[in-house]
Nanobody, 121 residues
Framework: QVQLEESGGGLVQAGGSLTLSCVAS????????MGWYRQLSSALPSNQRE???????????VYDESVKGRFTISRDNSKNTVYLHMKSLKPEDTGVYYC???????????WGPGTQVTVSS
């Protein structure tokens, strides 16, 4: 079973940048699409995660409209790692960011601990 661990979050001012990493304990090469999700601080119900972006094994990407042009997702299968480069961050991007399979989370891949992103105004 693949285990995921996210990192790279932190506190940044509005307009700043962060790069998140998601490292899998096993190979992700067989997982066609990997994605990033987030649990916004303002999300209701509080446990709801929303889709942010996904990348397929051949590099195809999909973005939520709210992050298009600001976030870039990529993956390195040799390192079993998925990245999310975020720029022009806004306070409304504040939340906990997770990775999982895509376009919907895979039921057989447990959620990792997530990484907190806080954007101050």
């Amino acid at each position: 079973q693949v285990q995921l661990e996210e990192s790279g979050g932190g506190l940044v001012q509005a307009g700043g940048s962060l790069t998140l990493s998601c490292v899998a304990s096993g190979s992700i090469i067989s997982i066609n699409a990997m994605g990033w999700y987030r649990q916004l601080s303002s999300a209701l119900p509080s446990n709801q995660r929303e889709f942010v972006a996904s990348v397929t094994s051949n590099g195809g990407t999909v973005y939520d409209e709210s992050v298009k042009g600001r976030f870039t997702i990529s993956r390195d299968n040799s390192k079993n790692t998925v990245y999310l480069h975020m720029k022009s961050l806004k306070p409304e991007d504040t939340g906990v960011y997770y990775c999982n399979g895509a376009p919907v989370p895979h039921y057989d891949i447990p959620w990792g601990p997530g990484t907190q992103v806080t954007v101050s105004s």
